[in-house]
């Protein structure tokens, strides 16, 4: 079964600074997908970055970069010049190809930004 | 795009009544909805995966009779809680997927069931 694991249970960053929010996951598929979403105190889940598993290239949004490293199996994310608007719970999710596939999800990082 | 639309966004029940939420696609069809749930402070857990015109199929440990899915149509699934219990109080979120779409589900808003 694939798991994700996020060993961070709250993470901590001052305002400008960077954060790098980890994740590992379990898998034997080669076709899958990760995510990070970010749930703000609204609850309302947010996808901040998508990784395909083939692509070799990191994927960036903006502020946001994840480090997808396929063979050790981690995808860690990449805050920088975080703002207030970044506290948050940070979820890692995999799933595999499909759009009917489900998303398995870490237990979260709480990030805390302060001035 | 891709906006899904959830209600109500908060319901409060006396025990052992039913409770329905609806998720809405509002902007495309969507092939696939999914419906989870969230305790405080914890992760989300998937509870079913429903297929318009298909019947859910549900995760190990969850009662397929007392959380009812419904996905009737391609912009509408429903959930309903029968005979809730003070335990049923919960988070509930849908998410929703479409077929030849990215492969992202977008998720509602969310809904906070407390059951007296």
């Known amino acids: 079964a694939q798991t994700v694991t996020q060993s961070q249970p709250e993470m901590s960053v001052q305002e400008a600074e960077t954060v790098t929010l980890s994740c590992t996951y379990d898998t034997s598929e080669s076709d899958y997908y990760l995510f990070w979403y970010k749930q703000p105190p609204s609850r309302q889940m947010i996808l901040v970055i998508r990784?395909?598993?083939?692509?070799?290239q990191n994927a960036t949004e903006n502020r946001f970069s994840v480090n997808f490293q396929k063979a050790a199996k981690s995808f860690s994310l990449k805050i920088s010049d975080s703002q207030l608007g970044d506290a948050a719970m940070y979820f890692c999710?995999?799933?595999?190809?499909?759009?009917?596939?489900?998303?398995?999800f870490g237990t979260g990082t709480r990030l805390q930004v302060t001035l | 795009g891709a906006v899904v639309s959830q209600h109500p966004s908060w319901v409060i029940c006396k025990s052992g009544t039913s409770v329905k939420i609806e998720c809405r696609s509002l902007?495309?069809?969507?092939?696939?909805m999914f419906w989870y749930r969230q305790f405080p402070k914890q992760s989300l857990m998937l509870m079913a995966t429903s297929n318009e015109g298909s019947k859910a199929t549900y995760e190990q440990g969850v009662e397929k009779d007392k959380f009812l899915i419904n996905h009737a149509s391609l912009t509408l699934s429903t959930l309903t809680v029968t005979s809730a219990h003070p335990e049923d109080s919960s988070f509930y979120i849908c998410?929703?997927?479409?077929?030849?779409?990215?492969?992202?589900?977008?998720f509602g808003p969310g809904t906070r069931l407390l059951v007296l």
């Open positions: 998410s929703a997927s479409f077929a030849g779409g990215p492969e992202t589900q977008y």
């Open positions: 999710a995999y799933k595999v190809g499909g759009t009917a596939s489900k998303l398995t």
């Open positions: 902007d495309f069809q969507a092939t696939t």
């Open positions: 990784q395909e598993a083939y692509k070799q």
